[in-house]
């Protein structure tokens, strides 16, 4: 096996596409991402569980006070279970199962 490094993860699945790879790998929401795209859809699917977890953040500039408004904005999200229904919009047909231990994900406070 031979590792075959591309500048970006929309090129790894070119790769793959193109028979250039046999697999592809990252976090499995940017796996889903990139399956769900026009071009990829019915080429590539999201197989396996996951073999890390992955925090994810929102950035804000370093004078921003608007932590507390993005992290009401989440929990709202969770809340209503729209996102739950984006995560299943925008992974569908992907192969995509959402790790329940993970997701929805806890919001930690602003720092």
Do not use: H
């Not at 028979?19 to 071009?39: E, F, H, R, S, Y």
């Amino acid at each position: 096996m031979q590792l075959l490094e591309r500048p970006g993860y929309a090129e790894c699945v070119t790769a793959l596409t193109a028979g250039q790879v046999d697999a592809v790998t990252t976090d499995d929401i940017i796996l889903a991402g990139l399956a769900a795209q026009p071009a990829n859809k019915g080429k590539v699917k999201v197989v396996g569980a996951p073999f890390s977890t992955e925090r994810y953040g929102v950035g804000l500039p370093q004078d921003n006070d608007r932590c507390e408004d993005v992290n009401a904005a989440i929990e709202k999200m969770i809340e209503d279970g729209s996102w739950e229904e984006f995560v299943t919009k925008n992974t569908e047909g992907t192969g995509y199962t959402p790790n329940a231990s993970e997701n929805p994900p806890t919001v930690d406070p602003c720092a």
